[in-house]
């Protein structure tokens, strides 16, 4: 099975998500929340399934609307590991870093 890693700048963007969500009255950000890490966990079985984006990385679409979030990775096939690089909601312009 392929490891999944999170970069530390990723810690940041749940910071974020939780912020915004806090600031928008929601009360299932912790469920949220794990919604999010269980679908970036589906790398560990399925490291190729993200849609290939320019440099050799790829984004997997997560949820839609107003719960959907986009993580971009890199697989490093000959360690066996999935690079979670950033992660943003999908109504944001860009990755933040």
């Known amino acids: 099975m392929t490891r999944v890693k999170l970069a530390p700048q990723v810690l940041d963007d749940f910071d974020r998500f939780i912020e915004h969500l806090e ?10 929340m794990e919604e999010l890490r269980q679908a970036v966990r589906v790398l560990a079985h ?17 949820g839609k609307g107003v ?3 986009v993580a971009l990775y890199r697989y490093l096939a000959d360690i066996e590991t999935v690079l979670v690089l950033a992660i943003r909601a999908q109504r944001e312009d860009g990755f933040k870093h």
């Open 46 to 62: 399925s490291p190729l399934i993200g849609r290939p984006v320019q440099g050799g990385k790829r984004e997997l679409v997560i």
């Open 23 to 32: 600031q928008h009255g929601a009360n299932d950000i912790s469920d949220r």
């Open 67 to 69: 719960r959907g979030y």
